[in-house]
């Protein structure tokens, strides 16, 4: 267990639609990375928050946006759902930011199916 | 711009014998290295990883990996597979201008064969 807790678990739901992906990062981490696992595109990173603030930004869609929270919680949205968004969306968190070095520890993941 | 390759989407070995899961990787700036494991339905788990100490690096579960930097690369190997060694196996790099986060290869399926 690495201490980072992701629901849903499962999605499924229909094209055009909305869903909101939640993430609570381990005890003490204040960074915390959303990533995209799909077949086809392997692991992509989408963005990075820390103590709140956006970091960093990667391969993240125009139709997604995510926040953290002052709780440290994070959430991604993603609207105007596609089938090709269909995939694993994982969260990650770690102690530092700016740190090459760090290790980041991964939930076990929200897989989303869009019909 | 940083990059990972992984040769091979699929590795079968028998159990025993000794496992190799190649990685090699392209950066403008001395590299920061990672091999991560994903078992199925789960999250990816921290195997070990290169931050420019010792060039041999040991892991968990009997893994190491060796960063040679004539040949760009950072392999995965293990002496003995083991049936519980079945998962996929992801090398990373950390990204130039890094907040902390990683760029992954697309990742290597290990199959053990009794």
């Known amino acids: 267990d690495s201490g980072v807790t992701q629901t849903p678990k499962h999605l499924i739901t229909a094209t055009g639609q909305r869903v909101t992906l939640r993430c609570s990062p381990r005890?003490?981490?204040?960074?915390v990375y959303w990533y995209q696992q799909s077949l086809d595109q392997g692991l992509q990173f989408l963005i990075q928050?820390?103590?709140?603030?956006?970091?960093a930004k990667g391969n993240i869609l125009e139709r997604f946006s995510a926040q953290q929270f002052p709780d440290l919680h994070s959430e991604l949205n993603l609207s105007s759902l596609e089938l090709g968004d269909s995939a694993l969306y994982f969260c990650?968190?770690?102690?530092?930011?700016?740190?090459?070095?760090?290790?980041?520890?991964f939930g076990e993941g929200s897989r989303l199916t869009v019909l | 711009a940083q990059s990972v390759t992984q040769l091979g989407s699929h590795v079968s070995v028998s159990e025993g014998a000794l496992v190799l899961l190649r990685c090699n990787y392209s950066?403008?700036?001395?590299?920061?290295l990672f091999w991560y494991v994903q078992y199925p339905n789960q999250g990816l788990q921290l195997l070990l990883k290169y931050t420019s100490a010792a060039t041999l690096v040991k892991g968990i579960n009997g893994f190491e990996a060796e960063f040679k930097k004539s040949e760009t690369s950072f392999h995965l190997t293990k002496p003995s597979a083991h049936m519980s060694d079945a998962a996929e196996y992801f090398c990373a790099v950390s990204a130039v201008g890094s907040q902390g986060n990683l760029i992954f290869g697309k990742g290597t399926k290990l199959s053990v064969k009794p």
């Open positions: 005890s003490g981490d204040l960074s």
């Open positions: 990650a968190s770690s102690v530092f930011v700016g740190r090459r070095t760090g290790e980041l520890f």
């Open positions: 928050y820390y103590n709140g603030e956006e970091r």
């Open positions: 950066s403008s700036v001395p590299p920061y």
